[in-house]
């Protein structure tokens, strides 16, 4: 991405996003790669950095433990591997097990079931792979503590042996030596010591002379010798050979590591490689965490469609302070690209073009961003800014001159996929001209479609927004009584400068202020007060909106709730009419059953009958004649153990009982001659003189 000036990104105060991004790295090759983070244009490299901090944030939310908490510093003994003839000693050779053994961790880490859950993180390790030999030849040769093993070589064997038996017989020899030496008196209190690696004696300076052998040295107080027996001499010369000797196997064993390990050189520069990244990636999904950075939509387009945006930096500090951060919603497309903001000095105007631009200098360099998810952003080639404030930022160009050659610049490189900031436009310079040049300036970056925001207090400005293509307005949000920014960009609108109105609040003589507006134009004058106006019954109406969105809410609630007690009255019904089939299904199986047996006594007479025509006629009153009173009979029966007749007129509201089928409703409706009872969930339409009333026998 091309950035002007080149100190454009320290302007946006993105490299105090790369040192927080440093401080979570634990490797060099991290902390390197975050010193040199860089801006890309390519939509597929993003969306993959994007998409591994996305990954590795979530794991971090989880808890879920990666197997990337070794830190390993040592692309230096990797070059030295792969240089002839060298020698990586045994420490070296353990920092490069355990870089091999994270690699086999992390292989084993990433099963079928977590390649797919994290696709990104897998591509990481896509194009290398784990080789087991490495730690194989590693272990032939040394022990955990990067000790060369006695196994590694028969000759190292041979010579340990050696030097073994000739230690034990030096030791044996010189406590001989020692406990004459004491006999006689001549040791010191100190009895024995090494002197250049070899074993010596402790004597008083007066018996040195007494004492054979070589002497070495003497204390500091001349009262104490050091001397090595005579009877030593030999086996002290025959164990420095033999360690001389040990020291000669060990390195001829460690360079043949070197030299057959020299071939895994690259790989394990890529075993280095892919610790490191993940370690990065890792420390990006860190700052995510610290920012409340997420992953919004990311297309190829120039557009910004931002919601609930924050400036990290500022959103990290107030957190630590407990303060609130304003977000910051806007969209920029084909229709809206350019944004003239306007109000109050110190209402925020610079920080929401930095939060901005900082958001999407993040986005392309492949770290999350404190948006809405929902957020849409897409991909600009350059970032051209001019801010001349003292906000963190250089104070270079100054003078309206070198304004002008800042817009200069501006307007020849200026395209579609352009992403501009100016802080003041036209400022430096006499009100009206440097207002006709920044409308001029302003109608020509909208031509080459470029996207940007610009502040000023200009009115021409204003009143430009509303009347050309692709520029529109935009206020920062001031409360007017209290006399404070509410830092809270307003779009479609312009802001007043609310000059007279501070100057009424913080006292200056009214005398003055008056002065002061009759030398303002009266036109001019009379537009700030409406925009002024404007503002404050927006806010008024922002406030009835969200109050309105909030009984909306609650209505939608108290609608589904009650759609849900209707829901289970339904219900309730339903499960009635059910009970109350059920209990009629039972009463015609009991009747059927008893049907059945009576046919079947009737059969068993016919057989004994001599008169069949007695038994027809007992077969036609069953079936034909009683069945009906049966039912009815054991309906009324069951009728008479819960209701009573009483006497009383059919009125509305009533208990009454069918005298045909014996079914008990209350009266909803008459209708003449006729009444509409309802019977469970069902109303009948029922003649009058069908009806009696009834009440429950549980009544008193």
Same mark, same amino acid.
């Given at each position: ?513 008056? &002065?002061? =507006?009759?030398?303002?134009? @009266? ?9 002024? /106006? *404007?503002? #404050?019954? +927006? ?102 153990? &819960?209701? =009573?007749?009483?006497?009383? @007129? ?9 005298? /045909? *089928?014996? #079914?008990? +409703? ?35």
């Amino acid at each position: 991405m091309k950035l002007y000036p080149e100190s454009a990104a320290v302007q946006l105060e993105f490299d105090k996003v790369k040192a927080l991004l440093r401080e979570h790295c634990k490797s060099e090759y991290a902390r390197q790669k975050a010193d040199e983070l860089r801006i890309h244009t390519r939509k597929e490299y993003i969306l993959t950095e994007l998409q591994q901090s996305h990954e590795f944030k979530l794991m971090l939310q989880l808890s879920q433990y990666f197997p990337n908490d070794y830190v390993l510093n040592i692309s230096r003994d990797i070059k030295l591997l792969g240089i002839p003839g060298s020698m990586l000693t045994g420490e070296q050779w353990i920092q490069v097990r355990k870089l091999a053994e994270s690699l086999e961790k992390i292989f084993r880490w990433f099963d079928n079931e977590r390649r797919t859950a994290y696709p990104a993180l897998s591509k990481v390790i896509a194009d290398t792979y784990y080789e087991k030999t490495i730690i194989e030849l590693i272990d032939e040769v040394l022990d955990e503590a990067g000790n060369v093993k006695d196994t590694a070589s028969a000759e190292l064997q041979r010579i340990r042996m050696g030097l073994y038996r000739k230690r034990n017989e030096l030791r044996r020899t010189f406590e001989k030596v020692v406990a004459r030496l004491n006999k006689a008196g001549y040791a010191a209190d100190i009895d024995e010591s090494f002197s250049n690696g070899r074993r010596v004696v402790a004597v008083f300076a007066e018996y040195k002379r007494q004492v054979k052998g070589i002497l070495h040295g003497e204390s500091d107080s001349r009262r104490t010798a050091y001397i090595e027996p005579e009877e030593t001499i030999e086996l002290n010369n025959e164990v420095y050979t033999l360690e001389n000797d040990e020291r000669k196997e060990v390195q001829r064993i460690l360079r043949e590591l070197t030299q057959r390990m020299s071939v895994y050189s690259p790989l394990l520069a890529v075993y280095h490689q892919v610790v490191g990244e993940f370690d990065f990636i890792r420390a990006k999904g860190r700052l995510a965490l610290d920012v409340n950075g997420n992953y919004p939509n990311v297309g190829d387009q120039a557009i910004l469609d931002l919601k609930d945006a924050y400036h990290p930096l500022l959103y990290l500090y107030n957190s630590k302070s407990g303060k609130p951060t304003i977000p910051v919603n806007l969209t920029l497309d084909d229709k809206s690209r350019i944004l003239i903001i306007s109000g109050p000095n110190a209402g925020g105007k610079t920080v929401t073009m930095k939060t901005i631009g900082l958001n999407q200098l993040m986005l392309q360099a492949g770290l999350l961003v404190p948006v809405h998810p929902a957020s849409q952003m897409g991909i600009f080639k350059q970032l051209l800014i001019h801010i001349g404030d003292t906000q963190s930022l250089e104070f270079e160009l100054s003078t309206y001159s070198s304004h002008l050659l800042h817009m200069k610049h501006f307007l020849e490189t200026a395209n579609g996929k352009t992403l501009f900031f100016i802080d003041e436009l036209g400022s430096g310079s006499d009100p009206n001209l440097g207002g006709a040049f920044a409308e001029v300036i302003l109608e020509e970056l909208a031509r080459k479609h470029s996207f940007g925001i610009v502040t000023t207090h200009y009115l021409n400005l204003k009143v430009m927004a509303n009347h050309t293509a692709g520029i529109i307005n935009g206020a920062m949000a001031f409360d007017e009584v209290r006399l404070q920014p509410l830092y809270r960009l307003m779009v479609g609108k312009p802001g007043s400068s609310y000059t007279f109105s501070i100057a009424e609040r913080i006292g200056l003589p009214q005398a003055m202020i008056n &002065k002061a =507006r009759k030398l303002v134009d @009266e036109d001019h004058f009379r537009l700030d007060k409406i925009l002024n /106006k *404007n503002e #404050q019954e +927006g806010q008024k109406l922002d406030k009835e909106k969200k109050e309105l969105n909030r009984l909306l809410r609650d209505n939608e609630r108290l609608k589904a709730e009650m759609e849900q007690v209707l829901n289970k009255e339904r219900h309730r019904q339903q499960v009635e009419l059910l009970k109350h089939q059920n209990a009629i299904t039972e009463d015609r199986i009991s009747y059927l059953k008893e049907t059945e047996r009576k046919l079947k006594q009737i059969v068993l007479e016919w057989r004994k009958a001599e008169d069949k025509n007695a038994i027809i006629k007992q077969v036609q009153e069953l079936l034909f004649k009683k069945k009906e009173q049966l039912v009815n009979s054991k309906v009324a029966k069951k009728l008479e153990t &819960k209701y =009573r007749e009483i006497t009383g @007129e059919i009125v509305v509201g009533a208990k009454v009982k069918i005298k /045909k *089928n014996y #079914q008990v +409703g209350e009266v909803r409706e008459i209708r003449g001659r006729r009444a509409i009872v309802q019977i469970g969930v069902i109303p009948m339409n029922v003649e009058l003189s069908d009806l009696v009333v009834v009440e429950d026998k549980t009544v008193s």
